[in-house]
């Protein structure tokens, strides 16, 4: 995928992009909840539209999803809306300097975006929770390292670092693994011609 120049694409695909992302993040909630998985698996649309339509869209995207979710189904949401929008920044900025183009570069991004989200979510969970994610397994860690060194931010940032990361590398292998299965002419309506011959 070649870089693409222009990161504010405010037309109508990208615009009509915004609410189905926003339904992918409910449907990969979803699926994490009901199956009861150790993630949250909540921004493969942010990522998505993000890759689709660059950094502005895919924050937009996650902002809202964040303050619709906090509005119908959990307030606790609004809190990590600022998470979401750089999540969406992230994944945007690097799939337009063509950093997402394969599997491999895929992973890559999705340890960026994990790390992202680690490093925004950190200081609040701090703030507004002691620390904890409300991840039984990253609350396990935060547990029994805060016991250790008695560092809440120590504890706060592995509680998240292990939650984060597996879930971000496995969201963003997720929304690559959409937008390579979007039909050529829905694709290009965001990235241009020139960008799909490398990915067919």
């Known amino acids: 995928m070649q870089q693409r120049k222009s990161w504010f694409r405010f037309t109508t695909p990208s615009l009509v992009l915004i609410p189905v992302a926003v339904g992918i993040n409910y ?3 979803l699926f994490a909840g009901t199956l009861k998985l150790p993630l949250w698996l909540d921004s493969i649309g942010t ?3 993000g890759m689709l339509a660059g950094p502005v869209i895919g924050a937009l995207a996650g902002a809202i999803n964040n303050v619709i979710y906090g509005l119908t189904v959990d ?6 809306g600022l ?4 999540i969406g920044l992230v994944a945007g900025i690097m799939a337009f300097r063509g ?5 491999g570069k895929a992973l890559f991004v999705g340890l960026a975006v994990g790390l992202t989200a680690t490093a925004v ?4 969970n701090v703030w507004f929770w002691g620390g904890q994610t409300g991840n039984l397994w990253g609350d396990a860690l935060f ?3 805060l016991a250790r060194t008695d560092s809440v931010w120590l504890a706060s940032f592995l509680d998240e670092v292990v939650v984060d990361v597996p879930d971000k590398l496995l969201t963003v292998l997720a929304a ?3 937008f390579r299965g979007l039909p050529k002419n829905i694709r290009q309506l965001y990235t241009g011609s020139r960008d799909l011959e490398s990915l067919d």
Request: charged fraction near 5%; avoid cysteine.
């Open 143 to 145: 547990a029994a390292v």
């Open 27 to 29: 449907v990969g909630k």
């Open 83 to 86: 998470t979401s929008l750089f």
């Open 47 to 49: 990522v998505l539209a």
């Open 99 to 103: 950093w997402i183009d394969g599997w």
């Open 176 to 178: 690559y693994a959409l």
């Open 75 to 80: 307030p606790i949401s609004f809190v990590y």
């Open 121 to 124: 979510s950190t200081p609040l």
